[in-house]
């Protein structure tokens, strides 16, 4: 056993794929397979299943797949330890995100590279389950998610924003009469909101839940991009978080006015699993975190 045959037992349960995972290695698929392969005849059993293509691992794979995370996560952080004495920071952190806090991301991920030139981002654009499943899976080094159910024993975290809600509108078909718009009439409008799987369609059929109001969507889409592209042929509406009106794409097109109450807000966070030593990396990306948020504050 060594360290480049966990690395692409690694890879290839984060990607699911042979071609991929072989890909993300730069190795042909057929040195990966071997490789994986040989680690089985090394265990004495079965490590993956497979067919036509990858169906997952065994059950004796899992745990073995869990050593291989834990094992890769502790030299990956060893490696990031020894750059950090030496110098800036180098290495690659793999960052999960909610769609609406991508914007909130760039500013984080700018600040420490301007410090650290050799520090890479893969950064994922995933719902708030899939975000905790790539922390408890090792596929994902950070979160930026909503923290209201987070267990804190779990997870270190530095509290980004409180992110609310906004009723969005096409300027050329909709002119508001004032600054505000009640949750009743929001209910009556033609919508496009968020699919049901999505932490933040969530929130919002909570509101009207609990005010006993019923919101029947006559889109659903995973896409803020196709949600603000309906919203712009004037024949929809939305509801959506204040933070990803940021995004310059329809400022022209779009308008917004804020949703009366009551007014709900949710706490979003940069969150990495607790681990003991943690990964310096980790560590880093989570003290600008709270120096940016403190720089703020004055």
Known sequence: MDLRQLEFLCALAREKHFGRAADACAVTQPTLSARIRQLEQEMGMPIVNRGSRFEGFTPEGRRILAWAQGIVQDVNGLRAEISLAKGPASGRLRVGVIPSALTRVTLLISELRGENPDLYFDVRSLSSRAIETGLREATMDLGVSYSRHL??????????YQESYRFLFARHAYSPDGDSIGWEEVAEKPLCLLTRN??????????????????????ETDSFTHLFSQVATGEVFSVVPEGYLQDPMFADSLGSIAIGDPVPTNPVSLFALRRDPQSPLISLALRKAEQMLMGNAT
């Open 198 to 219: 999505m932490q933040n369609r969530r929130i919002v059929s909570g509101v009207f839940a609990e005010l006993g109001l019923t919101a029947d969507p006559v889109i």
């Open 151 to 160: 267990s804190f024993k779990a997870y270190e975290s530095v509290s980004l």
